[in-house]
């Protein structure tokens, strides 16, 4: 069973978590690029405090089910969650910041990436 099909419920309030506030992590993703801090924005997703990111959306705030923190994929490499030597693959794998959010989901004691349209087709 992999990392989708083991935590599709989690996935789900994830997503409908994201329906609320995605517009706002557009608008941070888009600042991130314009402003040269990185071309790969990654966003995680939590139930719990990380030190990882900056936390941009508290779930305490809006009673929701996950805080979501602003990062970059070379936070991510800097922190050795992304191993310089797969850094090609995950280039590769990023879709396009404009139409998909890159969320790095933390769900129970799993955490995987994946990648949201902003917008529903």
Do not use: W
């Not at 602003?70 to 794998?93: G, H, Q, Y």
């Amino acid at each position: 069973m992999n990392f989708l099909e083991k935590h599709k419920f989690e996935l789900e309030l994830l997503e409908r978590n994201l329906a609320i506030y995605k517009e706002s992590i557009r608008e941070i993703s888009e600042e991130v690029i314009k402003h040269g801090v990185s071309k790969y924005p990654v966003f995680i997703a939590t139930e719990r405090e990380l030190s990882l990111g900056k936390l941009i959306i508290d779930k305490e705030e809006l009673a929701l089910e996950y805080s979501i923190y602003a990062s970059t994929l070379e936070e991510f490499v800097a922190r050795n969650i992304v191993k310089s030597d797969k850094l090609a693959d995950f280039r590769k794998a990023y879709k396009n910041p404009q139409h998909f959010v890159c969320i790095f989901a933390l769900l129970g004691d799993e955490a995987g990436f994946i990648f949201s349209p902003y917008e529903e087709d």
